[in-house]
């Protein structure tokens, strides 16, 4: 069976700090790892992933991810955060082989004050 | 303007009552998810389908069902056996197990 820890339930920052979430995984196959981020009363969209290649991801606005096969870690970094990026981070996990099923975590609450 | 659509967004309903959640996408997509997203408990998922006449349990199905007939529509049936049915559920589509989930605006049910 597949999941997902995200080991921090929130982060607070100040501006212009950086930042890392922090997202483990299990799963008995290959998997594929993504980052959504949900800003309050809007839906989650999607800020990166993981397939396969370059262990070290870019997504959109300015956040980047190190895939850790050995560590099975999936880590969501920023160097320098914004009052804007204030929202709740979760990390998800599709299934090796022919299985379908997107597994997420608790979720990471990102407070960035001034 | 492709999606995919929640509804209703606001749900109330009594105790012991079924009730039935509508999710429509018309973005083609093969594989359709439902989740239950409850403060401080991330998105947890019920059930999903890869594919048409097909779906599988999640983490969390005990008290719900589901169907696919049709590739774009996904119900989801809260029944009274869902001992905690209040909370916001939320549906989303993808294309396959690569690419990214896309999902509705959510609709939040309250049993009364």
């Known amino acids: 069976a597949q999941s997902v820890t995200q080991l921090d339930s929130q982060v607070p920052v100040f501006e212009e700090a950086p930042v890392e979430l922090r997202c483990n995984y299990s799963s008995s196959v290959s998997v594929y790892l993504f980052w959504y981020v949900q800003y309050p009363n809007q839906g989650l969209q999607l800020l990166l992933k993981?397939?396969?290649?370059?262990?070290l991801v870019k997504g959109i606005n300015g956040f980047e991810a190190e895939f850790n096969k050995s560590q099975t870690s999936f880590h969501l970094r920023k160097p320098s955060v914004h009052i804007s990026d204030t929202a709740e981070y979760f990390c998800?996990?599709?299934?090796?082989?022919?299985?379908?099923?997107?597994?997420f975590g608790k979720g990471t609450l990102l407070t960035v004050n001034p | 303007d492709g999606g995919i659509t929640q509804s209703p967004k606001y749900l109330f309903r009594k105790e012991g009552q079924n009730v039935t959640l509508s999710c429509e996408q018309n973005?083609?997509?093969?594989?359709m998810y439902w989740y239950r997203q409850d403060p401080g408990q991330g998105l947890r998922l019920i059930y999903y389908s890869q594919i048409v006449n097909d779906f599988q349990k999640g983490d969390i199905a005990e008290g719900y069902s589901v169907s696919r007939e049709k590739k774009e529509s996904f119900p989801l049936t809260v029944t009274s056996a869902q001992k905690n049915p209040t909370a916001f559920y939320l549906c989303?589509?993808?294309?396959?197990?690569?690419?990214?989930?896309?999902f509705g605006q959510g609709t939040r049910l309250t049993v009364v």
């Open positions: 989303a589509s993808s294309q396959d197990r690569t690419t990214e989930a896309f």
């Open positions: 993981y397939l396969s290649g370059s262990t």
């Open positions: 973005l083609n997509h093969d594989a």
């Open positions: 998800a996990v599709s299934g090796g082989g022919s299985n379908y099923k997107l597994t």
